[in-house]
């Protein structure tokens, strides 16, 4: 762990270096939308076009190479981009006509593209149209149709794709049976929707409690979760869930070895539990680690820490919700794998946790208090993610 001191002085160098050397480069476009995935992060801009940075090994930067990049790049040839979603090693993008353009790791077929190759730009995927939202999950990914249907694809081990069988789908299938959902996310090996009716369903990997139905057997097709309703907002991490609720009340199940679920415990949970923190207006979830944002605009953060993302300058795993200090007037969050992103109301994105590749926009290393993401300014809102 850094000591504050050295933090400040890190800190102060990267913000020097980086108007030096990047200074005007990027930061003339507004950013409507930032998601963060395992090692990456991208951007959308207000003019339709995406920009990434971290890790690169699998094509997931799309920007035509596979070098990792510690200050943000465009990916080529795409624009017109409404939604983005980070995966664990590949990126998603809806357009504005309805249309999915996929790029990265394609292990078991999560780019749609009827292939298991890898692609360093983004491709189109085919013969799915009219689409409202995207997700992606570490190897799988979801899109929601307008008419309210789902669709999914990659890897099934685990039954995420929810068309009731456990075969990988290199293209996309429909999720079934579920429809009149208004949205989706996707944790590590699970997938979650909302429906219209503000009820919560799953499914997918459960050997860690994370469908929430009380028991640990994987499901091929969604279910509803009992007892919960009145839902505003739903985040998967990677072994958990969590819903905000109407009220301002935030419920979590599943795995809790690092205090994901922020029950005061490291202890699983079958079922849904309340996590002691009230009035919360948006969450997010990263791999073992839960953020929320309250009325009050500030960041509360629990869970895992080892890397810092928790953003306390410490790296001590929290079991219970903390307020990050001299961090004010947040207005959306994205947590990835072992990192933090964080959009103030005056524009500035702000970064926390693990930077090994760049994840944090900047050429500090991993940092246990926010910074600031090199010269992204402008920015208008960021997108609520389910990477981690």
Same mark, same amino acid.
């Given at each position: 762990?850094?000591?504050?001191?050295?933090?400040?002085?890190?800190?102060?160098?990267?913000?020097?270096?980086?108007?030096?050397?990047?200074?005007?480069?990027?930061?003339?476009?507004?950013?409507?939308?930032?998601?963060?995935?395992?090692?990456?992060? *991208? #951007? !959308?801009?207000? =003019?339709?076009?995406? &920009?990434? $940075?971290? /890790?690169?090994? %699998?094509? +997931? @930067?799309?920007?035509?190479?596979?070098?990792?990049?510690?200050?943000?790049?465009?990916?080529?040839?795409?624009?017109?981009?409404?939604?983005?979603?980070?995966?664990?090693?590949?990126?998603?993008?809806?357009?504005?006509?309805?249309?999915?353009?996929?790029?990265?790791?394609?292990?078991?077929?999560?780019?749609?593209?009827?292939?298991?190759?890898?692609?360093?730009?983004?491709?189109?995927?085919?013969?799915?149209?009219?689409?409202?939202?995207?997700?992606?999950?570490?190897?799988?990914? *979801? #899109? !929601?149709?307008? =008419?309210?249907?789902? &669709?999914? $694809?990659? /890897?099934?081990? %685990?039954? +995420? @794709?929810?068309?009731?069988?456990k075969n990988n789908s290199e293209a996309p299938v429909q999720v079934?049976?579920?429809?009149?959902?208004?949205?989706?996310?996707?944790?590590?090996?699970?997938?979650?929707?909302?429906?219209?009716?503000?009820?919560?369903?799953?499914?997918?990997?459960?050997?860690?409690?994370?469908?929430?139905?009380?028991?640990?057997?994987?499901?091929?097709?969604?279910?509803?979760?009992?007892?919960?309703?009145?839902?505003?907002?739903?985040?998967?991490?990677?072994?958990?869930?969590?819903? !905000?609720?109407? =009220?301002?009340?935030? &419920?979590? $199940?599943?795995?809790?070895?690092?205090? +994901? @679920?922020?029950?005061?415990?490291?202890?699983?949970?079958?079922?849904?539990?309340?996590?002691?923190?009230?009035?919360?207006?948006?969450?997010?979830?990263?791999?073992?680690?839960?953020?929320?944002?309250?009325?009050?605009?500030?960041?509360?953060?629990?869970?895992?820490?080892?890397?810092?993302?928790?953003?306390?300058?410490?790296?001590?795993?929290?079991?219970?919700?903390?307020?990050?200090?001299?961090?004010?007037?947040?207005?959306?969050?994205?947590?990835?794998?072992?990192?933090?992103?964080?959009?103030?109301?005056?524009?500035?994105?702000?970064?926390?946790?693990?930077?090994?590749?760049?994840?944090?926009?900047?050429?500090?290393?991993?940092?246990n208090m926010p910074v600031q993401v090199n010269n992204l300014k402008?920015?208008?809102?960021?997108?609520?993610?389910?990477?981690?």
């Amino acid at each position: 762990m850094y000591k504050i001191s050295f933090n400040n002085y890190l800190i102060g160098l990267f913000l020097l270096l980086s108007f030096f050397f990047h200074g005007s480069t990027y930061s003339h476009a507004a950013v409507p939308s930032i998601a963060a995935g395992d090692e990456h992060t *991208l #951007a !959308l801009m207000e =003019d339709g076009t995406v &920009w990434a $940075w971290g /890790d690169n090994k %699998y094509g +997931q @930067l799309g920007d035509y190479s596979t070098s990792d990049k510690n200050i943000p790049v465009q990916v080529k040839d795409l624009n017109d981009v409404t939604a983005i979603a980070a995966g664990g090693r590949h990126s998603l993008a809806l357009k504005k006509d309805g249309t999915i353009w996929a790029w990265g790791w394609n292990c078991c077929g999560q780019l749609g593209d009827s292939s298991t190759s890898n692609k360093s730009m983004p491709i189109h995927i085919k013969d799915l149209n009219n689409i409202t939202a995207i997700a992606a999950g570490e190897k799988h990914s *979801l #899109a !929601l149709k307008k =008419d309210e249907t789902v &669709w999914a $694809w990659g /890897d099934n081990y %685990y039954g +995420q @794709l929810g068309d009731g069988t456990k075969n990988n789908s290199e293209a996309p299938v429909q999720v079934n049976p579920i429809s009149n959902v208004k949205k989706i996310v996707a944790g590590n090996s699970h997938s979650v929707a909302l429906k219209d009716d503000l009820t919560v369903w799953l499914w997918g990997a459960n050997y860690s409690n994370q469908l929430g139905d009380g028991t640990t057997n994987n499901s091929y097709i969604p279910l509803q979760v009992k007892n919960i309703n009145n839902v505003r907002n739903i985040a998967a991490g990677y072994y958990h869930t969590i819903i !905000l609720k109407e =009220d301002g009340t935030v &419920w979590a $199940w599943g795995g809790n070895s690092a205090g +994901q @679920l922020g029950d005061e415990t490291t202890n699983s949970s079958e079922t849904p539990i309340q996590v002691s923190i009230l009035n919360v207006k948006r969450i997010a979830a990263g791999k073992y680690h839960t953020i929320a944002i309250k009325e009050d605009k500030t960041l509360w953060t629990w869970g895992a820490n080892n890397s810092g993302q928790l953003g306390d300058v410490t790296t001590n795993n929290s079991s219970i919700p903390i307020k990050v200090k001299n961090l004010l007037n947040v207005k959306n969050i994205s947590a990835g794998g072992y990192h933090t992103i964080v959009l103030k109301e005056d524009g500035t994105v702000w970064g926390c946790g693990e930077n090994s590749n760049g994840q944090l926009g900047g050429i500090i290393k991993s940092c246990n208090m926010p910074v600031q993401v090199n010269n992204l300014k402008n920015v208008i809102k960021i997108s609520g993610s389910s990477s981690y």
